[in-house]
């Protein structure tokens, strides 16, 4: 079969060019690619090779740089010699550049592939064609329920130009999940590549664990060491984390200048510092790199709460043209007060005031005749006005009044006799009695009470988070030794896929433990939404800290009110700091944007009551009144026109609703998929039950190292359901790395462009064969574009039956293609080359024939979706001051953009296969 001196190809290795059997043995053959300079043994029984000759009219490139027009071939013991009527040349000497990726080449040289691979082919080119022309591609990818008012910024901020907005949604309601939908849409799209996050120390963790598990993003941390090391810090990766406390040192703030960044996000915006007198460093660095990132994206819950002039300092970052001065921001935010009060009126249907009505009359003149009785139109009254009057792009935040979903939270502060002893902490240490005590949990009243905690939740999962590792341990040891009870642990000791374990073995509603205990790590980047039982060990004296904590169970979505279980020891500096969150900050009942304002501002008075006892009553009553005059005055300054414009009810509905029937949609399609390219590419998959699957390399897979495929694979789920509820599985999507790396594998090489099938049912002779042709259009355009939105890359189906009759865009055959064994197929194939080759010739002139119509209907299409967007942004930015301008032209060098490419598009053609009537 194999003989030294012949030509051969790698099908699994097409690139590798053209190959010399070097030598072959009994069970080995060796082949040399001279192309890579690189020299592959192969299995004889097994091998991936495919035996290349060529035929009378072929031009074939020599090795000396000519080339040889086939008029003659002849077979001398094994090794082919071509003639062109002068010259006889072997086959030694073609040169190993040769490479037949195109599909006809492959089809009439034998490199036939399996049938399963071309219907996969198509299924790629079909979906990707599919995903690509979806308004909302790159938001269904990300480990997130569908929430509408995520969903609806993230969509709204990434639909027109690189987002610069400051996202200010209260706590709870998902900032940081709003970040990576941004983030996750725009890298998706290519549309950004660097990305530098700026966050406080204690919530880098946090950040790195919400962008990997609900994103795939996988960021890079600026530490210490780093520093320290004195390398180019942000030279080796894309995607940073750098604790702001680094970013200010001299060494690492030059670096990070004299770097690119497509996109810069900042969280906790509100302690960058800036007055017209100066700025902090921060806020210095961060107004220097907003100069030159083209994105900056702003997180705070705090938007205005810690003065007008904080809440300027960062628009003015966002846009410094539409933000000049203080004072030009003062007088535009009073002008806007009644405008925000009429759209409070609207959404609330409350009856106009006079001053109202004339309100309306100036603002919106072509409304002012409308029947405000009616639904409809009052709701088209609203839904100009947020239009005209809003915000514009800048500034997003939603509310707890305008979201819905939450649970109720139900505290329970148990009174227990203080810890006893001599070696107890002092001060505000005592707030954690057990540390640095030996064999603490024996004495200590609250490990009882945990205990009939325990046995009053039943079989009900409990979640208990304390301040240190070394009490989570204690407990852990304490709880098994003496109460033969099983747990989880969670703490910063462990590693991240330590973590992983012990989350999903709490989270194994079957086998799982009944309480996770976990240190203050546990309130950072966890869902632990299935739970509602939540054990609040001690108490930080931080009431973020403590929102935090109940964060990881008080989220959207949660089904159960939630039960917060409360130590609170009797004359003892935890008790009586209990009962200050409790009674007058009111920290446990709700989330309170007013608790760690107050707490900041009389933080030596609440130290002192807490410490010695004295004047605490007093002190309660104080903060309960100070705390209700804020909370009344932060509703009463609450702007509905920026909630409807942050989340518009309708809009955001029905896109949610568009999304999770998508979702449903590619759940089922993506199963198939993912079948069907394990079966294709060799690839292990395992149904675990459950909705989960493992997938793992093979024995015999066609492509060595497949990205985001790990040595010893991984478990995922197509199910958001079970995603959500189990961190140890990954979550599949059309959108996640490895489905979107299968697919650009699947259509950008060869595999799968050249195959054979047969067909049982059928109207003619045995041995007759149809045709089919799949073109794609390319453009020579960024990604970025999305040209796919008007010109789809399976462009055009043609197959010609038996009989001669062309159909067009019509790939249904009349019966199901079954696959044949690769001789046969071969065998059939040669058969019908001289009838198939000028045949397939043929169909592409007339294919490419039809690029000029192709390309008018995608302009066309394109034209009339930018017209109506910037009919749009027009109509806006004449009535509305906060729309720039420059995102009218920035729309306007992405629409010509778009067209250019689309003009320069070509049709080639893609895949073939021939199907005999068996």
């Given at each position: 079969m194999y003989k030294v001196g012949q030509r051969w190809i790698s099908e699994a290795e097409t690139d590798l060019g053209l190959g010399l059997v070097q030598s072959v043995d009994f069970r080995v053959v060796t082949v040399y690619f001279p192309s890579v300079d690189d020299v592959r043994s192969y299995?004889?029984?097994?091998?991936?090779?495919?035996?290349?000759?060529?035929?009378?009219?072929?031009?074939?490139?020599?090795?000396?740089?000519?080339?040889?027009?086939?008029?003659?071939?002849?077979?001398?013991?094994?090794?082919?010699?071509?003639?062109?009527?002068?010259?006889?040349?072997?086959?030694?000497?073609?040169?190993?550049?040769?490479?037949?990726?195109?599909?006809?080449?492959?089809?009439?040289?034998?490199?036939?592939?399996?049938?399963?691979?071309?219907?996969?082919?198509?299924?790629?080119?079909?979906?990707?064609?599919?995903?690509?022309?979806?308004?909302?591609?790159?938001?269904?990818?990300?480990?997130?329920?569908?929430?509408?008012?995520?969903?609806?910024?993230?969509?709204?901020?990434?639909?027109?130009?690189?987002?610069?907005?400051?996202?200010?949604?209260?706590?709870?309601?998902?900032?940081?999940?709003?970040?990576?939908?941004?983030?996750?849409?725009?890298?998706?799209?290519?549309?950004?590549?660097?990305?530098?996050?700026?966050?406080?120390?204690?919530?880098?963790?946090?950040?790195?664990?919400?962008?990997i598990r609900r994103f795939n993003l996988r960021f890079s941390i600026v530490d210490l060491d780093m520093v320290l090391d004195g390398d180019d810090i942000f030279a080796a990766s894309q995607l940073f984390l750098c604790p702001m406390s680094l970013a200010v040192r001299d060494e690492v703030s030059s670096q990070i200048r004299a770097s690119d960044w497509d996109m810069l996000v900042v969280d906790e915006a509100h302690h960058l510092q800036w007055s017209e007198d100066g700025a902090d460093a921060a806020y210095e660095l961060v107004e220097e790199l907003s100069l030159e990132a083209q994105g900056l994206l702003l997180l705070t819950a705090t938007p205005e709460q810690l003065g007008v002039e904080g809440h300027f300092a960062r628009l003015r970052l966002l846009d410094p043209q539409r933000y000049p001065s203080l004072e030009h921001f003062l007088a535009e935010q009073q002008a806007y007060q009644p405008v925000a009060e009429l759209a409070g009126a609207l959404a609330a249907n409350d009856a106009l005031s006079a001053d109202q009505l004339g309100t309306l009359a100036r603002l919106l003149p072509d409304m002012a005749a409308a029947d405000l009785a009616d639904a409809d139109a009052r709701n088209k009254v609203l839904e100009t006005l947020i239009d005209r009057r809003g915000p514009g792009r800048a500034l997003y935040r939603n509310t707890r009044h305008g979201v819905t979903g939450f649970p109720q939270r139900l505290p329970q502060l148990m009174d227990l006799p203080a810890p006893e002893g001599d070696d107890l902490p002092q001060g505000l240490d005592a707030l954690h009695p057990e540390k640095g005590v030996f064999q603490w949990c024996d004495t200590d009243p609250r490990t009882d009470w945990l205990l009939s905690v325990l046995s009053a939740t039943g079989k009900d999962k409990v979640v208990l988070i304390c301040h240190h590792a070394s009490t989570v341990l204690d407990l852990e040891q304490w709880l098994w030794n003496e109460c033969g009870i099983q747990v989880a642990v969670f703490h910063e000791d462990m590693d991240m896929i330590e973590r992983d374990r012990a989350a999903a073995y709490f989270a194994d509603h079957e086998q799982g433990a009944r309480i996770l205990l976990c240190s203050e790590i546990g309130s950072e980047g966890r869902n632990f939404q299935f739970a509602h039982h939540l054990v609040l060990f001690d108490l930080p004296f931080n009431c973020d800290l403590i929102e935090q904590r109940i964060g990881r169970l008080d989220r959207i979505g949660q089904a159960d009110d939630i039960r917060l279980y409360i130590p609170a020891f009797r004359d003892h500096v935890a008790g009586r700091w209990a009962h200050v969150l409790h009674d007058g900050?009111?920290?446990?009942?709700?989330?309170?944007?007013?608790?760690?304002?107050?707490?900041?501002?009389?933080?030596?008075?609440?130290?002192?009551?807490?410490?010695?006892?004295?004047?605490?009553?007093?002190?309660?009553?104080?903060?309960?009144?100070?705390?209700?005059?804020?909370?009344?005055?932060?509703?009463?300054?609450?702007?509905?026109?920026?909630?409807?414009?942050?989340?518009?009810?309708?809009?955001?509905?029905?896109?949610?609703?568009?999304?999770?029937?998508?979702?449903?949609?590619?759940?089922?399609?993506?199963?198939?998929?993912?079948?069907?390219?394990?079966?294709?590419?060799?690839?292990?998959?395992?149904?675990?039950?459950?909705?989960?699957?493992?997938?793992?390399?093979?024995?015999?897979?066609?492509?060595?190292?497949?990205?985001?495929?790990?040595?010893?694979?991984?478990?995922?789920?197509?199910?958001?359901?079970?995603?959500?509820?189990?961190?140890?599985?990954?979550?599949?999507?059309?959108?996640?790395?490895?489905?979107?790396?299968?697919?650009?594998?699947?259509?950008?090489?060869?595999?799968?462009?050249?195959?054979?099938?047969?067909?049982?049912?059928?109207?003619?002779?045995?041995?007759?064969?149809?045709?089919?042709?799949?073109?794609?259009?390319?453009?020579?355009?960024?990604?970025?574009?999305?040209?796919?939105?008007?010109?789809?890359?399976?462009?055009?189906?043609?197959?010609?039956?038996?009989?001669?009759?062309l159909k067009v865009n019509d790939g249904d055959l009349p019966a199901f293609v079954l696959p044949l064994n690769k001789g046969t197929a071969r065998g059939l194939v040669e058969q019908k080359t001289e009838m198939a080759r000028p045949v397939i010739h043929k169909l592409e002139k007339l294919g490419g024939g039809q690029l000029n119509k192709m390309v008018e209907r995608a302009a066309n299409k394109a034209k009339e979706?930018?017209?109506?967007?910037?009919?749009?942004?027009?109509?806006?930015?004449?009535?509305?001051?906060?729309?720039?301008?420059?995102?009218?032209?920035?729309?306007?060098?992405?629409?010509?953009?778009?067209?250019?490419?689309?003009?320069?598009?070509?049709?080639?053609?893609?895949?073939?296969?021939l199907v005999f009537c068996g």
């Open positions: 299995s004889r029984q097994n091998a991936p090779l495919t035996r290349v000759a060529f035929k009378e009219g072929d031009l074939l490139p020599l090795a000396d740089g000519t080339v040889l027009t086939v008029s003659e071939v002849n077979d001398l013991d094994g090794i082919l010699f071509y003639s062109d009527g002068e010259r006889q040349i072997s086959e030694i000497h073609l040169s190993g550049l040769i490479q037949l990726n195109q599909p006809s080449d492959r089809l009439f040289s034998g490199q036939i592939d399996n049938n399963n691979l071309f219907e996969l082919r198509q299924m790629a080119l079909k979906q990707l064609s599919k995903l690509r022309q979806r308004p909302f591609y790159g938001l269904l990818g990300g480990r997130t329920s569908l929430l509408p008012h995520q969903l609806y910024i993230a969509q709204q901020v990434t639909q027109d130009s690189i987002p610069r907005v400051l996202l200010a949604d209260e706590v709870g309601l998902g900032k940081t999940i709003e970040a990576g939908l941004i983030l996750h849409r725009l890298l998706l799209q290519q549309r950004i590549q660097r990305v530098l996050v700026l966050v406080p120390d204690h919530l880098i963790h946090q950040w790195l664990v919400e962008m900050l009111d920290v446990f009942s709700r989330p309170n944007p007013a608790a760690q304002p107050l707490l900041e501002a009389n933080r030596a008075a609440i130290e002192a009551a807490v410490l010695s006892g004295e004047g605490l009553p007093e002190l309660v009553a104080q903060l309960a009144g100070e705390r209700d005059a804020m909370l009344a005055k932060l509703e009463a300054g609450r702007d509905r026109l920026l909630e409807l414009h942050s989340c518009h009810p309708t809009r955001a509905r029905r896109l949610a609703k568009d999304m999770t029937i998508t979702h449903i949609e590619d759940e089922a399609e993506l199963n198939d998929f993912l079948e069907l390219f394990a079966d294709a590419f060799g690839l292990e998959l395992i149904d675990l039950g459950g909705d989960c699957i493992t997938i793992a390399p093979g024995d015999h897979m066609l492509v060595p190292d497949l990205p985001h495929l790990p040595e010893d694979g991984f478990m995922g789920t197509t199910r958001r359901e079970v995603a959500l509820a189990r961190d140890d599985v990954q979550f599949l999507s059309w959108e996640h790395p490895f489905v979107d790396q299968a697919l650009e594998l699947i259509t950008s090489g060869p595999a799968g462009n050249a195959a054979a099938g047969y067909i049982d049912e059928h109207d003619f002779r045995t041995g007759d064969c149809y045709i089919e042709l799949q073109f794609v259009a390319r453009c020579p355009a960024p990604k970025a574009l999305s040209v796919e939105r008007y010109l789809p890359p399976n462009a055009m189906h043609l197959m010609m039956t038996p009989n001669g009759d979706a930018y017209a109506e967007r910037l009919d749009r942004l027009h109509a806006l930015a004449e009535q509305n001051p906060a729309i720039p301008p420059q995102l009218v032209a920035d729309v306007k060098r992405e629409r010509d953009a778009v067209l250019d490419a689309i003009a320069q598009s070509q049709l080639v053609l893609d895949s073939v296969r």
